[in-house]
Nanobody, 125 residues
Framework: QVQLVESGGGSVESGGSLRLSCAASEDTYRRYCMAWFRQAPGKEREGVAFLDINGITSYAYSLKGRFIISQVNAKNTLYLIINSLQPEDTAIYYC???????????????????WGQGTQVTVSS
């Protein structure tokens, strides 16, 4: 099964940007629906951005425009760029993968059996 390791989190001031990385243990390009989720303290884990096996991206409606999901095939790495960070973006960000060759079916965590350990993003005002 694919293994995922996130990195790139940290503490930033409001208005700044971050690029999160997710290194996969195998080639995920056009094989796995990949996604970024986040979980803030006391809140449920929510889907942020999705990259389907046909290359189509989608985003949580409220976050669209500030988040960019992309993949570098040669490096088996998934990225999440977050611009104009706000304190409410503070959360642990997780990389996730669906079952091989399954299309992204929705933002439910139940659709993603493979998870990284998460990387903390803290935004100060």
């Amino acid at each position: 099964q694919v293994q995922l390791v996130e990195s790139g989190g940290g503490s930033v001031e409001s208005g700044g940007s971050l690029r999160l990385s997710c290194a996969a243990s195998e080639d995920t390009y056009r094989r796995y629906c990949m996604a970024w989720f986040r979980q803030a303290p006391g809140k449920e884990r929510e889907g942020v951005a999705f990259l389907d096996i046909n290359g189509i991206t989608s985003y949580a409606y409220s976050l669209k425009g500030r988040f960019i999901i992309s993949q570098v095939n040669a490096k088996n790495t998934l990225y999440l760029i977050i611009n104009s960070l706000q304190p409410e973006d503070t959360a642990i960000y997780y990389c996730a993968a669906a079952r091989p060759y399954y299309y992204c079916t929705g933002p439910s965590t139940a659709d993603f059996p493979y998870w990284g350990q998460g990387t903390q993003v803290t935004v100060s005002s």
